[in-house]
């Protein structure tokens, strides 16, 4: 048993104390827990423990929004490149079918994409992601001003899929986790 690991135990004890030079202690023994599975001395403490479920359910939910969010944000994507094939296509002048195309393969990833991170998240948003850096990135080699196009939109989406992957993966490791339990 880790240390770390330890000290979540001691965390819901009534025997716990605090040191501000060694953080929390052993409050029989005034020193870090040494136990090696379970502690003898282990006195649930039921506030401490509804306190802990209570923030624990916070993260979850915390990251579960953030998780959504960036899936969420794949399908909008999606969409608006429908749409930009729709008006590349039919609505400017010199319009061509070929932009419209285009727009609609890339629609078709970013769907493929959001469909595909509902059952892997943090891999379906990594990958999206790097569509999205080689996209533009191809975009500004192809069209160097095309960089500061929507500029601004741009960022909100990369850091919205980017802020997505860290919790999607610490969610999917908890799940993990529960399976391998139960």
């Known amino acids: 048993m880790t240390q770390e690991e ?25 020193e870090k827990p040494t136990f090696d599975l379970t502690c003898s001395d282990f006195i649930l403490d039921e506030i401490a423990k509804q306190n802990e479920d209570r923030t624990e359910s916070k ?43 285009i727009d609609w393969s890339i629609s078709f990833i970013f769907f493929i994409l959001g469909f595909y991170s509902l059952k892997h998240a943090s891999r379906g948003l ?8 080689g996209l533009n990135v191809l975009s500004f080699i192809l069209e160097p001003s095309s960089i500061l196009s929507a500029i601004i939109w741009k960022g909100v989406i990369f850091y919205v899929i980017l802020r997505g ?18």
């Not at 959504?68 to 008006?87: A, C, P, T, V």
């Open 59 to 101: 993260q979850i939910e915390e990251r579960g929004s953030l998780i959504m969010i960036s899936k969420f944000i794949l399908f909008l994507i999606g969409f608006l490149f429908i749409l930009m094939g729709y008006i590349e296509s039919y609505l400017l002048p010199g319009h061509s079918i070929t932009f419209g195309y």
């Open 165 to 182: 992957i860290e919790p999607a993966k610490v969610e999917e490791a908890r799940i993990k986790e529960m399976n391998a339990k139960s």
């Open 6 to 30: 330890r000290l979540n135990v001691c965390t819901t004890c009534k025997n716990r104390e605090f040191s501000i030079q060694q953080g929390l202690l052993c409050g029989l023994t005034h």
């Open 126 to 133: 990594t990958i999206a992601l790097i569509v999205f850096v």
